[in-house]
């Protein structure tokens, strides 16, 4: 079950519910910024009016001889000459406190947006379709939870309030320049203007670099993290050098690319310090021509050239925010990408189903080949399936189907005569316990690993699994026992213990059904005969299928088919199938044949 209409959603609105809780946050550093931002504007104002009519012998006229009324007037201030240098401390205090609200305040937005962002996106990606592209790569996923999440909120947080301020000040200072002299602020404005056109054309090459580097990026942290799981092989096989040229090209490619993009990042701020040193000179030699002719006064003057710094920086600024804005769009082009992906409805539970299975015409492939073709077969419920077949030859897809990581692409999976297709997937995979092949093992104590299915086991519910999975002595025999902490993908662990834990985990529910994937392909014949047993006492009612390529391990099934290139080719009891001289017959007297299994007298 996916929802569809997951796709139709904008990449505005899941920002918008990314900033759910930030708001206010973002709100309050705003409002700061814009109390720092009016403060630094206001100075240049202070120093002419001070340079002008309390230093020099302007007359103070209208805002100014008003500000000076409030002071006592400007003679006043000619007597004490503190005051403003009072007010002037005063402004920069008021700068400093908001500029800390704004700073913690922003902080605070920029971490609860962070924190929505991975919630959200980790929440996504455990209900995405195993079917899904994004699935495929563990790294390309990692890097959108990590990078991708700080370049969109970096950008939020700092270049949205910074995009506030600098058209705050723009404003601000184009308005006083203009009010002071037309002739000079017209001809610093002009320059400024091709000076911005510089910028917005190298805005277009950087975000192309950009987007390159970034895709890069992911290419590479996914070559790190394949070596990092598969290290144990790579060793095994002495690949290291293989894997480290690999990685060395993929990584001296990357390197490249930001080289590559740090030319025209170079290229783009060294043009725009030598136009903007270049407009500075020509506003100080047009203003002192001004000053000259009287048409502008020396604190006029000072101001101006402070509202001119103050407009230039900025703007070199925007440069910066237009490249940031490409990587941060980019980055959530790729985010909205994994939140848009439809995913599955897990829906809710609905109780214990019945154990009886039916695979009804059922066929799937990965791709184009079929890998299950045309599979029947019924369960009855409380019997034993044993499937058994070559490597590749299907078993593991059938498994699939049955708990539905995968959707067939013809045919249908019936439980107690519903289609699984309709059964909430909450459910269904509630009512299957699927040992899988690997035994994937937790980073956690082996009881926790075992546990980790239930609710709330108690430590007899967890020792009594681990006795019929035939793993308790082993665990015992662990410093900690229950307690041992397993390292990353139970490396500490053998196979066989890993299968076992395994199987100990699916034992703590209680389900219908269970599922062996080849669960005890690394065990001994032994155990593997008294796992079995432990089941056919304790789990009696279940109906079990066991996979295996082991004969042993399926001849006592009250069914077996045999799967080959996807298909079923037997099928039968153990007895009718040795009868009938087949591939099962085949099999079974080479593997009977093989002193081990003798030694383990399972038949
Ligand atoms: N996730 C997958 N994506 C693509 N092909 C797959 C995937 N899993 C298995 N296959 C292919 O499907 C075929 C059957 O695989 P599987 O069911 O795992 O066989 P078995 O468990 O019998 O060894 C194999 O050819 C395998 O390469
Ligand atoms: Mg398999």
């Known amino acids: 079950m996916v929802k569809a209409s997951d796709g139709n959603i904008k990449n505005s609105q899941i920002l918008g519910g990314f900033l759910k809780g930030s708001w206010l946050f973002f709100g309050v550093s705003v409002f700061s910024n814009l109390i720092c931002t009016l403060c630094t504007t206001v100075l240049p104002l202070i120093i002419s009016f001070t340079v002008d009519s309390v230093i020099g012998n302007e007359t103070a006229e209208g805002f100014y001889a008003s500000a000076a009324q409030l002071f006592g007037g400007v003679e006043n ?155 144990r092989v790579v060793r095994a096989f002495g690949r290291e050098k293989y894997e480290r040229d690999k990685f060395d090209r993929q990584n001296e490619y990357y390197t490249g690319l930001w080289v590559k993009t740090g030319k025209v990042t170079a290229g783009y701020w060294s043009s725009t310090e030598f136009f903007n040193t270049l407009q500075m000179l020509v506003i100080i030699v047009v203003g002192t021509l001004l000053c000259l002719d009287g048409r502008l006064t020396a604190g006029e003057l000072i101001a101006f050239i402070s509202y001119n710094a103050l407009l230039v920086a900025p703007l070199r600024e925007l440069g910066r925010i237009i490249s940031q804005l490409s990587r941060a769009s980019v980055a959530l082009g790729r985010i909205c990408e994994v939140i848009k992906a439809p995913s599955e409805d ?30 029947s077969v019924t369960v009855p419920e409380g019997s034993t399936l044993g499937v058994i077949g070559g490597t590749g030859s299907g078993k593991s897809t059938f498994a699939a189907m049955l708990s539905r990581l995968y959707e067939p692409d013809g045919g249908a999976v019936y439980i107690g005569g519903r289609n699984i297709a309709e059964i909430p997937l909450a459910t ?18 082996v009881g926790e690993n075992i546990g980790i ?52 985990r699916a034992l703590m529910r209680d389900v219908p059904v269970l599922v062996f994937d ?34 042993n391990t399926v001849i006592d099934a009250d069914n077996i088919i045999v799967l080959d290139g996807g298909k079923i080719v037997e099928s039968g009891t153990g007895a009718q199938l040795v009868e009938k001289g087949g591939i099962f017959a085949e099999i079974y007297k080479k593997q009977t044949a093989l002193p081990e299994e003798l030694e383990g007298g399972a038949l």
């Open 77 to 231: 201030l000619k007597a004490n000459l503190w005051i403003p240098a009072l007010i002037i401390a005063g402004i920069a205090l008021v700068n400093g406190l908001f500029s800390y609200t704004n700073n913690y305040f922003n902080g605070c937005g920029n971490q609860t947006l962070v924190k929505n962002m991975r919630d959200g996106l980790f929440s996504h990606v455990q209900r995405l379709p195993l079917s899904r592209q994004i699935m495929t790569s563990t790294g390309d996923v990692i890097q959108r939870c990590t990078s991708d999440v700080w370049n969109l909120s970096n950008f939020i947080s700092n270049q949205m309030v910074a995009l506030l301020r600098i058209i705050i000040t723009m404003v601000v200072s184009v308005m006083f320049m203009f009010t002071m002299n037309l002739t000079l602020a017209g001809v610093s404005l002009g320059l400024i203007a091709a000076i911005t056109g510089v910028s917005f054309g190298f805005r277009v090459i950087m975000h192309k670099r950009f987007r390159e580097c970034d895709e890069q990026e992911g290419v590479l942290s996914a070559l790190a993290q394949e070596n990092l799981t598969g290290v």
């Open 346 to 375: 897990l829906g809710g539970y609905e109780g214990r189903l019945s154990g009886d299975i039916v695979f009804k015409n059922v066929t799937f492939g990965y791709g184009e080949k079929p890998v299950l073709d045309d599979i």
């Open 428 to 445: 269904l995979r509630a009512n299957i316990g699927l040992v899988m092949q690997e035994g994937y093992v937790y980073s956690r104590t």
């Open 453 to 504: 299915a239930a609710n709330e086991p108690t430590p007899e519910e967890i020792e009594n699994a681990a006795k019929s999975a035939c793993v308790h002595d082993n665990i015992l025999g662990f410093a900690g026992g229950y307690d041992t902490a397993v390292g990353e993908r139970g490396v500490t662990l053998s196979g066989g213990q890993r299968q076992r834990v395994a199987i100990a």
């Open 518 to 551: 080849d669960s005890l392909s690394a065990v001994d014949s032994r155990t593997d005969a008294a796992v079995r047993a432990n089941l056919k006492s304790k789990f009696a009612g279940a109906t079990v299928i066991i996979i295996s390529h082991r004969i």
